[in-house]
């Protein structure tokens, strides 16, 4: 006689298998309503820009036009490398006539761009950093890209799109691919956060893991300590901190996904100070920043500029910048006391002047 138990648990592994990210992301929402479908949608579509540009990553070596700089430079004044201007290129193509979003906003762009044909009907507006990384890409190392959804506010009948210029908690969702040794998706729509990995041979992004939790604490701290003696006092009193204390490790390799990838599942922080002639630091807010305080604080996670939780900061313009300090609870309190100490010591000396 057959034994039917194996049958039954072969089955549902294969049906958790096979869950799809449209097929989440309608379970997420309990719902097929029309509101419900065209998030699913612009979902399937982000991934659909991510395989793209993910099959092209995979060919960079043998192609022509892949590695490299255009010569040309953002609005940031930074020169632009081939793969930033394709995986631009990617995401506007893939929302072209889709009806689901009205612009499309993104750090390699001066200004929202703008799809005529899907307003007003698409009252949704796509934020994305295309690669984030994008110097380790010539190297073979990982690289990902930043999404956040947002519902438009009013018709923005003047093209300036002032209704982005809010804070972070107005995202509706929000994620990131990571292109390495697989490509994987991670998502929130604010019911938790949850990745999925690109399974080649179906084309499909499949459910890998629900409800991921960083941990209250972690031993991994990451930043860029080569800008040490840029930063603030009181970032350097946090590396001299973990430099003393055992049971921490330094993991930094360069892109934000990763780093903070590594960090959602293993917990610890990321850090990027400002400096003491840039305060305002070198990741933009609405397209790096927010979106990914979004995932953390979904995770049980913390994102913080050392002062303020990201998710509250209201950017001037479209293209601001923020220091971020984000990962597990307990570590970005650690690096917050160590900011609040060195305001509190001004303070002080201050009132005897």
Not at 57 to 72: D, P, W
Not at 172 to 180: D, K, P, R, S, T
Not at 263 to 270: D, K, M, R, W
Not at 319 to 335: N, Y
Request: hydrophobic letters at 40%; aromatic letters at 10%; a negative charge.
């Amino acid at each position: 006689m057959v034994d039917a138990q194996p049958l039954l648990d072969r089955d549902l592994t294969l049906d958790r298998d096979c869950t799809t990210l449209s097929r989440h992301v309608l379970e997420q929402l309990q719902s097929f309503s029309a509101d419900a479908q065209d998030l699913s949608a612009i979902m399937s579509r982000i991934a659909l820009a991510g395989k793209l540009i993910a099959r092209r990553l995979s060919r960079a070596g043998l192609m022509e036009g892949v590695l490299g700089f255009t010569g040309s430079t953002n609005i940031q004044g930074e020169s632009v490398k081939k793969m930033d201007l394709y995986a631009n290129e990617v995401f506007i193509s893939v929302f072209k006539q889709s009806g689901l979003v009205c612009r499309l906003a993104s750090e390699e762009m001066d200004e929202p761009y703008y799809i005529p044909e899907n307003c007003p009907l698409g009252r949704y507006t796509l934020l994305y950093d295309p690669i984030d990384g994008s110097s380790n890409v010539d190297i073979n190392i990982n690289v990902g890209s930043i999404f956040a959804i947002r519902q438009q506010e009013g018709d923005d009948a003047d093209g300036t799109a002032q209704d982005l210029l809010s804070h972070g908690r107005k995202q509706i969702a929000a994620g990131y691919i990571l292109y390495g040794p697989s490509t994987m998706l991670v998502y929130s729509i604010g019911k938790g956060v949850h990745s999925f990995v690109l399974d080649p041979s179906l084309g499909e992004f499949i459910l890998a893991d629900e409800n991921i939790r960083i941990p209250e604490h972690g031993a991994i701290y990451s930043v860029n300590e080569g800008n040490f003696w840029q930063w603030e006092e009181s970032y350097r009193d946090f590396i001299r901190y973990v430099h003393r204390h055992e049971g921490y490790t330094a993991r930094y390799g360069g892109a934000l996904i990763g780093d903070f990838h590594r960090i959602l599942y293993q917990g610890g922080v990321f850090l990027y100070p400002g400096t003491v002639k840039k305060p305002e630091g070198k990741l933009r807010l609405l397209y790096e920043a927010s979106p990914l305080a979004f995932l953390a604080e979904q995770a049980g996670g913390r994102a913080s500029t050392g002062t303020q939780e990201i998710l509250d900061v209201v950017p001037d313009k479209l293209h601001d910048r923020v220091p971020l300090i984000i990962g597990s609870t307990e570590d970005v309190a650690l690096v917050e006391s160590f900011v609040q100490e060195r305001i509190r010591e001004k303070t002080i000396l201050g009132s005897y002047k």
